[in-house]
């Protein structure tokens, strides 16, 4: 727990952030100190609700000089802790709120730390554009968060991860000095690109308070399918037969077991068996390119050339955009689906995409083994090899004893992917409950490079100070 903040520096940031702009009410502060899971729980004395780069400025830097650490948030859609504070003050993004530029001919979109990832798609498409990070928190999750994590989601196979998709930062850095690197250049080779130090490093090289970002064309023709399979093996050569079929017009290609579909089926309302018949696996596949028809062409191409070579057992391919959109929303809901069904080790982990039916092979026998009775359900990007590896308490079972033995668990699955040559956090970042983990899989000569660009640039470990190294 961080010391408590003195009386003197709690004065000096009601004084910066004036009347709207800071809390102590527990109430208005609670829904800020939950995990959305209800895994992390935490303490602030104080809530920073900046509205402008300059109050960041001004609230970073009443830190700094005082030794005070600080907690930055966005969405609070976070999945491993980094965003609740434990003592420390939080400083929220919610109120930098401003898209400040859209500009279709340089196809970048400037926007402010707080604005939500559903409010940058609809600010794309007013000019016939669109931003290509998908991910189911989109009404919730912030620019600043998406980018402090180095957000994947569901269309990086294509387009990349979140880092692939920015160019240009304004952050505040650690001492409260504002940089300015709000470029919108594709090209500029001109010394270290501080913005790629940013993206990715959750908050502790600096607060990104607003970023550019780069847009792409509306793609007219788009075909989304559903289809069951036998095996993650078959998923991978299906994966590689699309390439082939639609070449760079594979959208996503998102792996599915079973059981996280009857998860859905029972605790996602609404939610409906897109194929009449049970299979071990799923493919939720999407193409999209400009030429009319192509992609409807590519995808009928794809399932025609699996079921001749056993690869495809059924399939369904989207004839409406509601379609589309309900066969979307049981991949989307594989993690909410989970929640009423108990305890969970959550694993978001990546291994080469060839790798990805050996890991889940072992890790399914290592977790039966070690758990007996558990449920298993794995799901995620298997164009990118990102798996969402989740191993459920056994039906029935006690969720505090199968939460006691998640370390012991979760060890096990990262030490195969370590194996593997894979990573224990694909996507979701390190957060507070991964960090000390990590220095496990991390050479001596990463870890002191990590922690001299840390020291160079927060000396006084101000910013989110239990996360990272």
């Known amino acids: 727990m961080t010391a408590p903040v003195s009386a003197d520096v709690i004065s000096r940031l009601k004084a910066v952030l004036g009347e709207g702009g800071w809390s102590e009410d527990a109430e208005r502060i609670a829904p800020k100190l939950v995990e959305w899971r209800d895994r992390w729980v935490g303490q602030t004395p104080f809530l920073a609700l900046p509205k402008t780069?300059?109050?960041?400025?001004a609230v970073v830097g009443i830190c700094a000089e005082a030794g005070q650490p600080i907690t930055v948030q966005g969405g609070n859609t976070g999945l491993v802790g980094g965003q609740i504070p434990k003592g420390e003050i939080l400083l929220s993004t919610e109120r930098l709120r401003a898209i400040r530029a859209v500009e279709p001919l340089d196809d970048v979109l400037v926007a402010e730390a707080g604005v939500t990832l559903a409010e940058v798609h609809a600010a794309a498409a007013e000019v016939r554009r669109r931003f290509p990070?998908?991910?189911?928190?989109?009404?919730?999750?912030?620019?600043?968060?998406?980018?402090?994590t180095n957000a994947g989601g569901t269309q990086v196979l294509r387009y990349g991860v979140a880092r692939n998709l920015v160019l240009g930062l304004e952050a505040v850095l650690p001492n409260g000095e504002v940089w300015n690197?709000?470029?919108?250049?594709?090209?500029?080779?001109?010394?270290?690109?501080?913005?790629?130090?940013?993206i990715g490093a959750e908050g502790t090289l600096g607060v990104v308070t607003a970023a550019a970002l780069k847009l792409h064309p509306v793609l007219g023709s788009r075909a989304v399918a559903?289809?069951?399979?036998?095996?993650?093996?078959d998923a991978i050569e299906l994966l590689a037969r699309a390439k082939d079929a639609a070449g760079g017009a594979v959208e996503a290609f998102e792996l599915m077991g079973r059981l996280g579909i009857d998860f859905a089926l029972r605790n996602i309302a609404g939610t409906r068996d897109p194929l009449p018949e049970v299979h071990p696996w799923y493919v939720l596949a999407e193409f999209a390119s400009a030429e009319e028809g192509s992609?409807?062409?590519?995808?009928?191409?794809?399932?025609?050339?699996?079921l001749a070579a056993g690869l495809v057992r059924d399939a369904v391919v989207a004839q409406t955009e509601g379609q589309a959109k309900a066969l979307w929303a049981i991949r989307e809901n594989q993690s909410p689906a989970q929640k009423p069904e108990g305890a969970t080790w959550k694993h978001d982990v990546a291994v080469p995409v060839s790798k990805?039916?050996?890991?889940?092979e072992e890790a399914d026998a290592a977790m039966r083994a070690f758990a007996p009775g558990c449920r298993i359900a794995a799901f995620g990007h298997?164009?990118?090899?990102?798996?969402?590896?989740?191993?459920?308490?056994?039906?029935?079972?006690?969720?505090?004893?199968?939460?006691?033995?998640?370390?012991?668990?979760?060890?096990?699955?990262?030490?195969l992917v370590a194996r593997l040559g894979g990573s224990i956090s694909a996507e979701h970042g390190l957060g507070a409950m991964k960090t000390q983990e990590a220095k496990r899989y991390k050479s001596p000569v990463e870890l002191a490079a990590q922690k001299a660009i840390r020291q160079a640039l927060d000396p006084k470990r101000i910013l989110n100070p239990r996360v990272l190294f």
């Open 53 to 57: 780069t300059e109050e960041v400025a």
């Open 133 to 148: 990070l998908g991910l189911a928190s989109e009404g919730s999750a912030t620019v600043g968060g998406f980018v402090s």
């Open 181 to 198: 690197g709000l470029k919108r250049l594709r090209k500029d080779n001109t010394g270290y690109d501080l913005k790629q130090l940013l």
């Open 226 to 233: 559903f289809i069951g399979i036998g095996s993650p093996q």
């Open 295 to 306: 992609s409807e062409r590519a995808m009928q191409r794809l399932l025609e050339e699996g």
């Open 356 to 360: 990805v039916p050996r890991f889940l």
């Open 382 to 415: 298997v164009g990118d090899g990102n798996i969402h590896y989740d191993v459920l308490r056994p039906d029935g079972g006690s969720d505090a004893a199968h939460s006691a033995r998640r370390d012991e668990g979760s060890r096990i699955v990262h030490d």
